[in-house]
């Protein structure tokens, strides 16, 4: 009984996360995650009953920026503290157009920005760097209703749209049987890198859901 109670404590912890919200020092990390949500299943998930702007009609929003996050190669720093100033309002405000809203934005700051050793300027210009450096697969955007399709089918598309990336620096995320994020890992230059292996997960659902452009 003894060594079965050992073992399984011995994998628990191995597979405990190992970021710890507020301990973390400003500028030490490995790597970038740069996180793209497929915006239409977002809304389907909790943006609708948020009745978020970033889920009105017309809005056309499709691959967003949920953030760029500084990385370990095992865990991530959060909540970090910093020296620097938060963001204004019309900083955060002037994200909206590749994050969907400015709440998001800060959220993103307060949480992954502070980490990254940079001000908050410098954080969302090296988002919008980053961001720009993907192209997000256009066959997405032509979707006229929704479709169940296999979560590896988005991963090779966006492999096929970026011949500079490889598969070990991209995953394809789920949740709730939905398409959830495309998350793309970069060095702090923003050259591509393969992902940690508590990142490299991908979803292995044969039938997701994908919603189109609202």
């Known amino acids: 009984m003894r060594k079965l109670f050992a073992g399984l404590m011995a994998a628990l912890i191995?597979?405990?996360p190992v970021a710890e919200a507020g301990n973390d020092k400003a500028?030490?990390?490995?790597?970038y995650v740069l996180s793209l949500s497929w915006s239409?299943?977002?809304?389907?998930a909790e943006g609708d009953s948020r009745q978020s702007e970033q889920c009105e009609t017309g809005s056309g929003h499709g691959w967003i920026m949920h953030g760029l996050w500084p990385q370990f190669h095992r865990g991530y720093p959060s909540f970090c503290q910093t020296a620097e100033r938060p963001p204004s309002r019309g900083m955060t405000a002037k994200m909206a157009d590749v994050m969907g809203t400015a709440g998001l934005a800060w959220h993103q700051w307060k949480k992954h920005g502070t980490c990254t050793g940079l001000t908050a300027a410098a954080y969302y210009q090296l988002s919008r760097e980053a961001y720009g450096r993907v192209v997000r697969p256009a066959i997405f955007r032509k979707l006229e209703r929704k479709v169940m399709l296999p979560a590896s089918v988005v991963e090779d598309a966006f492999l096929e749209s970026n011949p500079d990336m490889s598969a070990d620096?991209?995953?394809?995320?789920?949740?709730?049987k939905q398409i959830q994020e495309a998350r793309i890992c970069f060095s702090k230059s923003l050259a591509p890198v393969p992902c940690g292996q508590d990142v490299v997960r991908d979803c292995t659902l044969k039938k997701a859901l994908f919603a189109p452009l609202r």
């Open 169 to 176: 620096g991209i995953t394809i995320t789920c949740r709730n």
């Open 14 to 16: 191995a597979t405990a």
């Open 40 to 44: 239409p299943n977002w809304c389907l």
């Open 27 to 31: 500028g030490v990390f490995d790597y």
